[in-house]
Protein backbone atom coordinates (compact mmCIF):
# COMPACT_ATOMS: atom_id res chain seq x y z
CA UNK A 1 0.00 0.00 0.00
CA UNK A 2 1.17 3.75 -0.40
CA UNK A 3 -0.43 6.13 1.63
CA UNK A 4 0.56 9.74 1.21
CA UNK A 5 -0.35 11.94 4.63
CA UNK A 6 -0.65 15.38 4.32
CA UNK A 7 -1.11 18.81 6.30
CA UNK A 8 -0.35 16.72 10.01
CA UNK A 9 1.62 17.86 12.50
CA UNK A 10 5.03 16.05 12.28
CA UNK A 11 6.21 14.62 15.81
CA UNK A 12 9.12 12.28 14.69
CA UNK A 13 10.00 11.00 17.62
CA UNK A 14 13.21 11.70 17.96
CA UNK A 15 12.09 14.78 20.82
CA UNK A 16 12.86 17.72 17.81
CA UNK A 17 9.92 20.20 18.09
CA UNK A 18 7.13 19.36 15.75
CA UNK A 19 6.41 20.66 12.08
CA UNK A 20 3.78 20.82 9.57
CA UNK A 21 4.42 18.25 7.10
CA UNK A 22 3.71 15.72 4.77
CA UNK A 23 4.63 11.83 4.97
CA UNK A 24 5.29 9.36 2.02
CA UNK A 25 4.78 5.50 2.92
CA UNK A 26 5.49 2.73 0.04
CA UNK A 27 6.08 -1.14 0.29
CA UNK A 28 5.48 -0.94 4.03
CA UNK A 29 8.06 1.99 4.73
CA UNK A 30 8.49 5.26 5.32
CA UNK A 31 10.11 6.56 1.79
CA UNK A 32 9.73 10.49 2.28
CA UNK A 33 8.77 13.21 4.83
CA UNK A 34 8.81 17.04 3.82
CA UNK A 35 8.32 20.10 5.53
CA UNK A 36 4.80 21.94 4.40
CA UNK A 37 3.48 20.27 1.57
CA UNK A 38 5.22 17.27 -0.73
CA UNK A 39 6.39 17.80 -3.77
CA UNK A 40 3.60 18.12 -6.49
CA UNK A 41 4.90 15.53 -8.51
CA UNK A 42 4.21 13.13 -5.41
CA UNK A 43 1.30 14.74 -4.53
CA UNK A 44 -0.27 14.15 -7.79
CA UNK A 45 1.26 10.96 -7.88
CA UNK A 46 -0.66 7.48 -8.00
CA UNK A 47 -1.23 7.36 -3.77
CA UNK A 48 -4.02 4.38 -3.12
CA UNK A 49 -4.65 6.03 -0.62
CA UNK A 50 -4.76 9.83 0.95
CA UNK A 51 -4.89 10.67 4.37
CA UNK A 52 -5.64 14.18 5.26
CA UNK A 53 -4.02 14.78 8.80
CA UNK A 54 -4.95 18.30 9.96
CA UNK A 55 -4.76 19.21 12.73
CA UNK A 56 -3.79 16.01 13.76
CA UNK A 57 -0.88 14.91 15.18
CA UNK A 58 1.45 12.08 13.21
CA UNK A 59 3.56 10.26 14.85
CA UNK A 60 5.72 6.78 15.45
CA UNK A 61 3.19 4.10 17.21
CA UNK A 62 3.99 3.96 20.15
CA UNK A 63 6.43 0.93 21.44
CA UNK A 64 5.94 -1.05 25.03
CA UNK A 65 8.76 -2.36 26.16
CA UNK A 66 7.07 -3.63 29.32
CA UNK A 67 3.87 -5.50 28.65
CA UNK A 68 2.87 -9.18 30.71
CA UNK A 69 1.42 -10.10 27.45
CA UNK A 70 3.23 -13.29 26.55
CA UNK A 71 0.23 -15.64 26.33
CA UNK A 72 -2.22 -12.90 25.63
CA UNK A 73 -1.04 -11.74 22.65
CA UNK A 74 -2.04 -15.44 21.03
CA UNK A 75 -5.81 -14.73 21.83
CA UNK A 76 -8.37 -13.90 19.38
CA UNK A 77 -9.60 -11.23 21.03
CA UNK A 78 -5.84 -9.49 21.67
CA UNK A 79 -5.61 -6.11 20.37
CA UNK A 80 -7.82 -3.33 20.95
CA UNK A 81 -7.08 -2.29 24.01
CA UNK A 82 -3.43 -1.81 22.48
CA UNK A 83 -4.43 -0.31 19.41
CA UNK A 84 -6.65 2.13 20.77
CA UNK A 85 -3.44 3.78 23.02
CA UNK A 86 -2.00 3.89 19.75
CA UNK A 87 0.73 1.02 20.75
CA UNK A 88 2.25 -0.66 17.77
CA UNK A 89 5.15 -2.80 19.18
CA UNK A 90 4.59 -4.83 22.58
CA UNK A 91 7.65 -6.36 24.41
CA UNK A 92 7.14 -9.53 26.49
CA UNK A 93 9.04 -12.20 28.58
CA UNK A 94 8.77 -9.28 31.37
CA UNK A 95 9.95 -9.73 35.56
CA UNK A 96 11.68 -12.90 34.70
CA UNK A 97 8.18 -14.36 33.86
CA UNK A 98 7.69 -16.09 30.60
CA UNK A 99 5.69 -19.10 29.46
CA UNK A 100 8.93 -20.71 28.14
CA UNK A 101 11.22 -22.58 28.67
CA UNK A 102 8.10 -24.78 30.08
CA UNK A 103 9.39 -28.39 31.21
CA UNK A 104 6.48 -30.94 31.98
CA UNK A 105 7.65 -31.76 36.09
CA UNK A 106 6.92 -27.85 36.52
CA UNK A 107 4.10 -27.18 33.99
CA UNK A 108 1.78 -26.56 36.59
CA UNK A 109 4.24 -24.91 39.22
CA UNK A 110 5.16 -22.24 36.25
CA UNK A 111 1.76 -21.84 35.42
CA UNK A 112 0.40 -21.39 38.79
CA UNK A 113 3.34 -18.30 39.48
CA UNK A 114 2.89 -17.02 36.29
CA UNK A 115 -0.99 -17.05 36.63
CA UNK A 116 -1.64 -13.49 37.98
CA UNK A 117 0.27 -12.00 35.56
CA UNK A 118 0.41 -13.55 32.67
CA UNK A 119 -3.50 -15.05 32.75
CA UNK A 120 -3.96 -18.94 31.65
CA UNK A 121 -2.26 -21.13 29.56
CA UNK A 122 -3.83 -23.99 29.65
CA UNK A 123 -4.61 -25.63 26.59
CA UNK A 124 -1.06 -24.40 24.82
CA UNK A 125 1.56 -26.98 24.32
CA UNK A 126 4.45 -25.14 23.91
CA UNK A 127 7.50 -25.96 25.63
CA UNK A 128 10.61 -24.48 23.95
CA UNK A 129 10.86 -20.33 22.65
CA UNK A 130 11.20 -21.91 19.08
CA UNK A 131 7.28 -23.80 19.43
CA UNK A 132 6.00 -20.52 21.83
CA UNK A 133 7.21 -18.56 18.38
CA UNK A 134 5.90 -20.89 16.02
CA UNK A 135 2.17 -20.19 17.70
CA UNK A 136 2.67 -16.84 18.11
CA UNK A 137 3.35 -16.50 14.34
CA UNK A 138 0.13 -18.55 13.83
CA UNK A 139 -1.88 -16.20 15.92
CA UNK A 140 -0.80 -13.29 13.51
CA UNK A 141 -1.25 -10.95 16.51
CA UNK A 142 -2.14 -7.67 15.59
CA UNK A 143 0.78 -5.25 17.03
CA UNK A 144 4.42 -6.27 16.79
CA UNK A 145 5.53 -8.37 19.32
CA UNK A 146 9.37 -8.76 20.36
CA UNK A 147 9.93 -10.92 23.86
CA UNK A 148 12.95 -11.16 26.64
CA UNK A 149 13.93 -14.37 28.37
CA UNK A 150 12.49 -14.63 31.62
CA UNK A 151 15.32 -15.77 34.39
CA UNK A 152 12.38 -17.02 36.61
CA UNK A 153 11.08 -19.29 34.32
CA UNK A 154 14.69 -20.36 33.11
CA UNK A 155 14.81 -21.30 37.09
CA UNK A 156 11.54 -22.98 37.24
CA UNK A 157 12.86 -25.02 33.84
CA UNK A 158 15.70 -25.82 35.87
CA UNK A 159 14.73 -26.57 39.15
CA UNK A 160 11.56 -26.00 40.32
CA UNK A 161 11.70 -23.86 43.15
CA UNK A 162 14.36 -25.19 45.38
CA UNK A 163 15.78 -21.80 47.09
CA UNK A 164 19.15 -23.53 47.06
CA UNK A 165 21.70 -21.91 44.47
CA UNK A 166 22.38 -23.78 40.93
CA UNK A 167 24.84 -26.59 41.45
CA UNK A 168 27.69 -26.12 38.28
CA UNK A 169 25.73 -28.81 35.65
CA UNK A 170 22.67 -26.62 36.74
CA UNK A 171 24.09 -23.11 35.91
CA UNK A 172 25.10 -25.08 32.46
CA UNK A 173 21.21 -26.03 32.06
CA UNK A 174 20.47 -22.68 32.46
CA UNK A 175 22.98 -20.93 29.97
CA UNK A 176 21.73 -22.89 27.52
CA UNK A 177 18.43 -21.92 28.26
CA UNK A 178 19.09 -18.76 28.12
CA UNK A 179 21.21 -19.08 24.83
CA UNK A 180 18.48 -20.73 23.23
CA UNK A 181 16.25 -17.79 23.66
CA UNK A 182 18.71 -15.46 22.11
CA UNK A 183 18.96 -17.59 19.22
CA UNK A 184 14.98 -17.47 18.68
CA UNK A 185 15.75 -13.16 19.04
CA UNK A 186 15.19 -12.31 22.14
CA UNK A 187 16.23 -9.60 23.26
CA UNK A 188 17.74 -9.61 26.10
CA UNK A 189 16.48 -11.04 29.79
CA UNK A 190 14.68 -10.15 32.00
CA UNK A 191 15.03 -10.69 35.93
CA UNK A 192 12.03 -10.18 39.27
CA UNK A 193 13.74 -10.59 42.04
CA UNK A 194 11.26 -9.88 44.03
CA UNK A 195 9.66 -13.18 43.36
CA UNK A 196 9.96 -16.60 44.15
CA UNK A 197 12.28 -18.45 43.21
CA UNK A 198 13.97 -15.66 41.59
CA UNK A 199 14.67 -14.39 44.57
CA UNK A 200 16.81 -16.95 46.10
CA UNK A 201 19.60 -16.32 43.37
CA UNK A 202 22.28 -13.71 44.51
CA UNK A 203 23.98 -11.20 42.35
CA UNK A 204 26.48 -12.86 41.40
CA UNK A 205 24.42 -16.00 40.35
CA UNK A 206 22.59 -14.05 38.23
CA UNK A 207 25.55 -12.49 36.64
CA UNK A 208 27.08 -15.25 35.81
CA UNK A 209 23.53 -16.14 34.02
CA UNK A 210 23.77 -12.64 32.16
CA UNK A 211 26.98 -12.65 31.05
CA UNK A 212 25.78 -15.11 28.18
CA UNK A 213 24.62 -12.05 26.33
CA UNK A 214 28.21 -10.13 27.05
CA UNK A 215 29.04 -8.52 23.45
CA UNK A 216 26.24 -7.29 22.25
CA UNK A 217 24.05 -9.70 22.87
CA UNK A 218 21.06 -8.22 24.45
CA UNK A 219 19.86 -6.24 27.09
CA UNK A 220 19.14 -6.97 31.16
CA UNK A 221 15.49 -5.77 32.26
CA UNK A 222 15.94 -5.81 36.17
CA UNK A 223 12.35 -5.74 38.36
CA UNK A 224 15.01 -5.47 41.27
CA UNK A 225 15.02 -7.30 44.75
CA UNK A 226 13.46 -3.78 46.95
CA UNK A 227 11.51 -1.36 45.68
CA UNK A 228 10.89 0.84 48.80
CA UNK A 229 13.70 1.73 52.02
CA UNK A 230 16.23 -0.50 50.52
CA UNK A 231 15.92 0.93 47.06
CA UNK A 232 19.59 2.67 46.72
CA UNK A 233 20.93 -1.37 47.90
CA UNK A 234 18.35 -2.70 44.91
CA UNK A 235 19.71 -0.26 42.27
CA UNK A 236 23.64 -0.79 43.43
CA UNK A 237 22.93 -4.94 43.47
CA UNK A 238 21.64 -4.33 39.42
CA UNK A 239 24.15 -2.19 38.40
CA UNK A 240 26.53 -4.52 40.50
CA UNK A 241 24.98 -7.82 38.38
CA UNK A 242 25.16 -5.84 34.92
CA UNK A 243 28.73 -4.64 35.62
CA UNK A 244 30.09 -7.77 36.49
CA UNK A 245 28.34 -9.78 33.48
CA UNK A 246 29.07 -6.37 31.30
CA UNK A 247 26.01 -6.15 30.18
CA UNK A 248 23.11 -3.03 29.54
CA UNK A 249 21.01 -2.54 32.41
CA UNK A 250 17.14 -1.38 31.74
CA UNK A 251 15.37 -0.67 35.46
CA UNK A 252 12.37 -1.77 35.48
CA UNK A 253 9.23 0.00 36.76
CA UNK A 254 11.39 2.28 38.45
CA UNK A 255 10.15 4.10 41.71
CA UNK A 256 10.41 4.32 45.76
CA UNK A 257 7.38 2.60 46.64
CA UNK A 258 6.49 3.04 50.43
CA UNK A 259 5.81 6.44 51.43
CA UNK A 260 9.04 6.17 54.21
CA UNK A 261 11.00 5.89 50.77
CA UNK A 262 9.79 8.79 48.88
CA UNK A 263 11.63 11.48 47.54
CA UNK A 264 15.17 11.55 49.34
CA UNK A 265 15.78 7.55 49.25
CA UNK A 266 14.64 8.19 45.38
CA UNK A 267 16.92 10.92 44.53
CA UNK A 268 19.25 8.65 46.37
CA UNK A 269 18.69 6.34 43.77
CA UNK A 270 18.93 8.46 41.14
CA UNK A 271 22.52 10.19 42.21
CA UNK A 272 23.48 6.11 42.09
CA UNK A 273 22.44 5.47 38.70
CA UNK A 274 23.84 9.17 36.99
CA UNK A 275 27.17 8.65 38.87
CA UNK A 276 27.56 5.53 37.01
CA UNK A 277 26.23 6.89 34.03
CA UNK A 278 28.50 9.72 34.38
CA UNK A 279 31.19 7.11 34.63
CA UNK A 280 30.31 5.75 30.62
CA UNK A 281 27.44 3.06 32.32
CA UNK A 282 25.18 2.20 29.98
CA UNK A 283 21.79 2.23 32.78
CA UNK A 284 18.32 3.50 31.76
CA UNK A 285 15.29 2.79 33.38
CA UNK A 286 11.27 2.96 32.74
CA UNK A 287 7.91 3.83 34.35
CA UNK A 288 4.25 3.83 34.22
CA UNK A 289 1.98 7.27 34.66
CA UNK A 290 0.58 6.01 38.00
CA UNK A 291 1.00 6.71 41.55
CA UNK A 292 -0.05 3.04 42.40
CA UNK A 293 1.68 -0.44 41.97
CA UNK A 294 0.08 -3.64 40.82
CA UNK A 295 0.96 -6.97 41.72
CA UNK A 296 0.04 -10.57 43.20
CA UNK A 297 -0.57 -11.18 47.29
CA UNK A 298 2.40 -14.18 46.95
CA UNK A 299 4.94 -11.34 46.55
CA UNK A 300 3.41 -10.03 50.20
CA UNK A 301 4.02 -13.67 51.87
CA UNK A 302 7.62 -14.14 54.06
CA UNK A 303 9.78 -16.35 51.68
CA UNK A 304 10.89 -18.64 54.45
CA UNK A 305 7.18 -19.39 55.24
CA UNK A 306 7.13 -20.19 51.14
CA UNK A 307 10.23 -22.50 51.28
CA UNK A 308 8.55 -25.49 51.30
CA UNK A 309 6.85 -25.03 48.16
CA UNK A 310 4.27 -22.49 46.91
CA UNK A 311 1.72 -24.84 46.26
CA UNK A 312 1.85 -26.72 49.65
CA UNK A 313 2.53 -23.45 51.63
CA UNK A 314 -0.70 -21.78 50.20
CA UNK A 315 -2.33 -25.33 51.26
CA UNK A 316 -1.23 -25.27 54.66
CA UNK A 317 -2.51 -21.95 55.42
CA UNK A 318 -5.83 -23.94 56.44
CA UNK A 319 -4.03 -24.94 59.43
CA UNK A 320 -4.24 -22.49 62.43
CA UNK A 321 -0.46 -23.15 63.58
CA UNK A 322 0.56 -22.30 59.82
CA UNK A 323 -1.22 -18.85 59.92
CA UNK A 324 0.44 -18.14 63.56
CA UNK A 325 3.75 -19.36 61.73
CA UNK A 326 3.31 -16.60 58.72
CA UNK A 327 1.84 -13.66 61.31
CA UNK A 328 4.96 -14.42 62.89
CA UNK A 329 7.31 -14.11 60.41
CA UNK A 330 5.17 -10.63 59.06
CA UNK A 331 5.50 -9.18 62.31
CA UNK A 332 9.85 -10.10 62.63
CA UNK A 333 10.70 -9.35 58.86
CA UNK A 334 13.03 -11.50 57.67
CA UNK A 335 16.71 -10.25 56.51
CA UNK A 336 17.20 -9.45 53.03
CA UNK A 337 13.41 -9.79 52.40
CA UNK A 338 11.08 -6.56 51.33
CA UNK A 339 8.45 -6.80 53.79
CA UNK A 340 5.48 -4.78 51.67
CA UNK A 341 2.77 -5.20 54.64
CA UNK A 342 5.25 -3.13 56.61
CA UNK A 343 6.84 -0.52 53.92
CA UNK A 344 3.29 -0.31 52.40
CA UNK A 345 1.14 -1.57 54.12
CA UNK A 346 -2.04 -3.20 54.41
CA UNK A 347 -4.27 -0.26 54.53
CA UNK A 348 -2.74 0.65 51.34
CA UNK A 349 -2.92 -2.97 50.03
CA UNK A 350 -6.31 -3.08 47.74
CA UNK A 351 -7.80 -6.40 46.29
CA UNK A 352 -8.07 -6.42 42.80
CA UNK A 353 -8.70 -9.35 41.14
CA UNK A 354 -10.20 -12.92 42.57
CA UNK A 355 -11.50 -15.84 41.11
CA UNK A 356 -14.34 -17.11 43.35
CA UNK A 357 -17.25 -15.63 43.28
CA UNK A 358 -17.54 -15.70 47.57
CA UNK A 359 -14.39 -13.46 47.39
CA UNK A 360 -15.99 -10.56 44.92
CA UNK A 361 -17.31 -8.94 48.03
CA UNK A 362 -13.65 -7.83 48.90
CA UNK A 363 -12.86 -6.34 45.31
CA UNK A 364 -11.95 -2.42 45.21
CA UNK A 365 -11.16 -2.65 49.25
CA UNK A 366 -7.99 -2.78 51.44
CA UNK A 367 -6.97 -5.97 53.33
CA UNK A 368 -6.91 -3.79 56.41
CA UNK A 369 -11.00 -2.64 55.44
CA UNK A 370 -11.92 -6.42 54.95
CA UNK A 371 -10.46 -7.71 57.68
CA UNK A 372 -12.31 -5.04 60.31
CA UNK A 373 -15.71 -5.32 57.60
CA UNK A 374 -15.66 -9.18 57.77
CA UNK A 375 -14.65 -10.49 61.40
CA UNK A 376 -10.82 -11.42 60.64
CA UNK A 377 -8.90 -11.72 63.99
CA UNK A 378 -6.20 -9.26 61.67
CA UNK A 379 -5.08 -8.68 58.63
CA UNK A 380 -2.44 -11.57 58.03
CA UNK A 381 -5.79 -14.23 58.61
CA UNK A 382 -8.02 -12.19 56.58
CA UNK A 383 -4.40 -12.55 53.91
CA UNK A 384 -3.94 -15.87 54.47
CA UNK A 385 -7.76 -17.27 53.65
CA UNK A 386 -8.42 -15.19 51.22
CA UNK A 387 -4.88 -17.19 49.87
CA UNK A 388 -5.86 -20.13 50.58
CA UNK A 389 -9.53 -19.75 49.27
CA UNK A 390 -7.92 -18.36 45.86
CA UNK A 391 -5.00 -20.92 46.17
CA UNK A 392 -2.45 -17.73 45.91
CA UNK A 393 -3.76 -15.95 42.99
CA UNK A 394 -4.96 -12.44 44.59
CA UNK A 395 -4.22 -9.31 42.53
CA UNK A 396 -4.08 -6.54 44.40
CA UNK A 397 -3.29 -2.61 43.64
CA UNK A 398 -0.80 -0.84 45.86
CA UNK A 399 -1.32 3.09 46.56
CA UNK A 400 2.39 2.95 47.20
CA UNK A 401 4.06 6.04 45.40
CA UNK A 402 4.32 9.76 45.23
CA UNK A 403 3.00 11.90 42.35
CA UNK A 404 6.25 14.29 42.29
CA UNK A 405 8.69 11.24 42.49
CA UNK A 406 6.90 9.69 38.96
CA UNK A 407 7.29 13.63 37.85
CA UNK A 408 10.93 13.53 38.37
CA UNK A 409 11.62 9.85 36.70
CA UNK A 410 9.71 11.20 33.78
CA UNK A 411 11.65 14.39 33.42
CA UNK A 412 14.82 12.06 33.47
CA UNK A 413 16.73 12.46 29.83
CA UNK A 414 17.24 8.18 29.86
CA UNK A 415 13.43 7.05 31.41
CA UNK A 416 11.11 5.40 28.69
CA UNK A 417 7.52 4.82 29.05
CA UNK A 418 6.11 1.50 29.81
CA UNK A 419 2.78 0.08 30.92
CA UNK A 420 3.76 -3.31 32.69
CA UNK A 421 0.14 -4.48 32.23
CA UNK A 422 -1.32 -7.34 33.40
CA UNK A 423 -3.36 -9.97 31.68
CA UNK A 424 -4.26 -11.92 34.62
CA UNK A 425 -8.04 -12.90 34.56
CA UNK A 426 -8.89 -10.03 36.32
CA UNK A 427 -11.53 -8.37 37.72
CA UNK A 428 -10.66 -5.21 38.56
CA UNK A 429 -7.24 -5.07 36.37
CA UNK A 430 -5.09 -1.47 36.75
CA UNK A 431 -5.82 1.10 34.78
CA UNK A 432 -2.45 1.36 32.77
CA UNK A 433 -3.40 -1.72 30.65
CA UNK A 434 -5.80 0.47 29.54
CA UNK A 435 -4.38 3.74 29.53
CA UNK A 436 -0.90 4.24 30.35
CA UNK A 437 0.49 5.93 26.88
CA UNK A 438 -2.66 8.46 25.67
CA UNK A 439 -3.07 8.86 30.13
CA UNK A 440 1.12 10.20 29.89
CA UNK A 441 0.26 12.53 26.81
CA UNK A 442 -2.93 14.16 28.58
CA UNK A 443 -1.80 14.05 32.51
CA UNK A 444 2.48 14.71 31.89
CA UNK A 445 2.36 16.71 28.63
CA UNK A 446 -0.67 18.19 27.67
CA UNK A 447 -2.35 19.29 30.97
CA UNK A 448 0.59 19.13 33.52
CA UNK A 449 3.35 20.11 31.37
CA UNK A 450 5.61 18.62 33.55
CA UNK A 451 7.59 17.63 29.88
CA UNK A 452 6.96 18.76 26.26
CA UNK A 453 4.78 16.78 23.88
CA UNK A 454 7.72 15.89 21.51
CA UNK A 455 9.86 14.69 24.67
CA UNK A 456 6.87 12.99 26.06
CA UNK A 457 6.72 11.16 22.31
CA UNK A 458 10.38 10.61 22.13
CA UNK A 459 9.80 8.10 25.30
CA UNK A 460 7.25 6.21 23.89
CA UNK A 461 8.93 5.51 20.21
CA UNK A 462 12.92 5.89 19.64
CA UNK A 463 14.02 6.12 23.39
CA UNK A 464 12.51 2.52 23.47
CA UNK A 465 13.57 1.24 20.36
CA UNK A 466 17.21 2.22 20.74
CA UNK A 467 16.91 0.71 24.35
CA UNK A 468 15.88 -2.51 23.13
CA UNK A 469 17.81 -2.33 19.77
CA UNK A 470 14.86 -1.90 17.14
CA UNK A 471 17.07 -0.45 14.26
CA UNK A 472 14.19 0.63 12.16
CA UNK A 473 10.83 1.80 14.01
CA UNK A 474 10.17 4.16 16.84
CA UNK A 475 11.22 7.19 14.30
CA UNK A 476 9.47 9.06 11.22
CA UNK A 477 12.67 8.49 9.11
CA UNK A 478 13.08 7.65 5.64
CA UNK A 479 13.28 3.76 5.32
CA UNK A 480 12.29 3.12 8.55
CA UNK A 481 9.35 1.13 8.94
CA UNK A 482 6.24 2.24 8.36
CA UNK A 483 4.35 1.96 11.85
CA UNK A 484 2.26 5.60 12.57
CA UNK A 485 -0.24 6.77 14.33
CA UNK A 486 -2.73 10.04 13.82
CA UNK A 487 -4.65 11.41 16.13
CA UNK A 488 -5.97 15.07 17.27
CA UNK A 489 -4.06 15.79 20.90
CA UNK A 490 -7.17 17.48 22.40
CA UNK A 491 -9.03 14.42 21.94
CA UNK A 492 -6.48 11.77 21.98
CA UNK A 493 -7.66 10.23 25.97
CA UNK A 494 -7.39 7.48 28.51
CA UNK A 495 -11.10 6.51 29.86
CA UNK A 496 -9.72 4.33 32.51
CA UNK A 497 -9.00 4.64 36.21
CA UNK A 498 -9.19 2.62 39.53
CA UNK A 499 -12.85 2.48 40.23
CA UNK A 500 -13.64 1.72 36.16
CA UNK A 501 -10.14 0.59 34.83
CA UNK A 502 -11.72 -1.50 32.01
CA UNK A 503 -12.20 1.47 29.86
CA UNK A 504 -10.58 1.88 26.38
CA UNK A 505 -9.16 4.91 25.21
CA UNK A 506 -10.30 7.25 22.21
CA UNK A 507 -9.26 9.45 20.50
CA UNK A 508 -6.91 7.70 18.12
CA UNK A 509 -7.89 8.39 14.32
CA UNK A 510 -5.56 5.70 12.74
CA UNK A 511 -2.99 3.63 13.41
CA UNK A 512 -0.39 1.90 10.59
CA UNK A 513 1.90 -0.87 11.13
CA UNK A 514 3.98 -2.11 8.45
CA UNK A 515 2.52 0.23 6.00
CA UNK A 516 -1.14 -1.14 6.39
CA UNK A 517 -4.02 0.81 8.15
CA UNK A 518 -5.12 -1.41 10.83
CA UNK A 519 -7.22 0.63 12.82
CA UNK A 520 -9.42 3.16 12.68
CA UNK A 521 -11.88 5.22 14.90
CA UNK A 522 -12.07 2.43 17.43
CA UNK A 523 -12.25 -0.45 15.42
CA UNK A 524 -9.46 -3.14 14.04
CA UNK A 525 -9.39 -3.27 10.44
CA UNK A 526 -6.75 -5.93 9.71
CA UNK A 527 -3.43 -7.96 11.18
CA UNK A 528 -0.31 -6.92 9.63
CA UNK A 529 2.19 -7.08 12.33
CA UNK A 530 4.83 -9.59 12.92
CA UNK A 531 7.12 -11.33 15.76
CA UNK A 532 10.11 -9.31 16.19
CA UNK A 533 13.48 -11.10 16.43
CA UNK A 534 16.88 -9.47 17.42
ZN1 LIG B 1 7.97 -6.21 37.38
Redo the contacts with the bound molecule.
Keep these: MNALIRNGLIVDGSGEPPYEGACLVEDGFIRALWHGRAPAAVEKGNNAEVIDAAGRVVCPGFIDMHRHCDTAALREDFGLIELSQGITSCFAG ?2 GMAPVPNVSAFRQSLENYLEPCLGSFKNETFSTHREYLKRLEAAQPPVNMGFFAGMGAIRIAVKGFDPSPFAASEMDAAHGLLRDALDCGAYGMSI ?1 LMYVPELYSGADEIAALASVMKGGGGILCA ?1 MRWETERLEKAVQEVIHIAQKAEVPLEI ?2 FKAAGATAWHDVLYRAIEIIEAERGRGADITVDFYPYDCGSSTMMQMLPPSYLAVGVEDAIEGLKKRENVEKMRKLLESGEPGWDNLSKTIGWDRTIISSVRRDENRKFLGKSVSACAKEYGFRDEAEMAAQLMYSEKGKVAIINQSMSPNDIDTIARLPYSSLIS ?1 SLYGDMNNPHPRLYGSFPRFLRDFARERGILDFAQAVRKMTSQPAQRVGLKDRGLLSPDYRADIIIFDPAAFRDNADYLTPAALASGLDCAIINGKTVYRNGRMLCRNAGVLRR
Aim: with cysteine.
Design positions: NCGHSHD
